[in-house]
Nanobody, 129 residues
């Protein structure tokens, strides 16, 4: 059974940084794509970033490009989301997700929530002024 456990959320001032972690277990993830999504109050869950585990190729939402970086640590089976220059509008619950066979999916497909079979419980990120 795949388990995804996020950590690293918290309260940060605008302009600050946070690093989120997603510890993955229960499978060999080499063919997976691992994504980060977020959901702000009253809004739909939206795509943030994705990394294909095998190749390391990445894709980002336009709203975070240049500020956020997704990466993975093979030895720790962990995916990270480094968030810099945080803005008030980045406040949301951030969730990690895993897409089986994600290596074969296009970037556009990996921006769709329904391509992810497994989800973590989420971690709150609050950016204050």
């Amino acid at each position: 059974q795949v388990q995804l456990v996020e950590s690293g959320g918290g309260l940060v001032q605008a302009g600050g940084s946070l690093r989120l972690s997603c510890a993955a277990s229960g499978r060999t993830f080499s063919n997976y794509a691992m994504g980060w999504f977020r959901q702000a109050p009253g809004k739909e869950r939206e795509f943030v970033a994705v990394i294909r585990w095998n190749s390391g190729s990445t894709d980002y939402a336009d709203s975070v490009k240049g500020r956020f970086t997704i990466s993975r640590d093979d030895a720790k089976n962990t995916v990270y989301l480094q968030m810099n220059s945080l803005k008030l509008e980045d406040t949301a619950v951030y969730s990690c997700a895993a897409a089986p066979s994600g290596y074969a999916l296009t970037n556009l497909s990996l921006r769709r929530r329904y391509n992810y079979n497994y989800w973590g419980q989420g971690t709150q990120v609050t950016v204050s002024s």
